[in-house]
């Protein structure tokens, strides 16, 4: 978990949220590579979620997923919260 805290820095929630999704599917996408639509349909639930999460799910998906705050927003939303506070 440290390693993908610091691989996702400048990440958003949505952003985060994203990167999850896609490597939570990476497992289902390597079970039904390459088969055809009559021999996916026919897998079991079991077949299906046999395959955990793992590293390289995560760092697949932050390959695909780029941060969409940049350091200008950061550097904005920090200014504003300097001024104002919080609510």
């Known amino acids: 978990m440290d390693e993908i805290a610091r691989r996702t820095e ?15 599917l990476n497992g ?17 639930k079991d077949d299906m979620s046999k395959d955990p999460v793992a590293m390289c799910d995560f760092e697949e998906a932050i390959s695909k997923v780029q941060p969409s705050v940049s350091a200008a927003d ?14």
């Open 10 to 24: 400048g990440y958003s929630g949505d952003d985060l949220t994203n990167v999850c999704r896609d490597a939570s």
């Open 28 to 44: 289902m996408r390597r079970k039904i590579a390459g088969k055809t639509r009559d021999e996916i349909k026919s897998m079991s």
């Open 74 to 87: 950061i550097e904005r939303h920090e200014k504003w919260f300097s001024e104002f506070g919080s609510a």
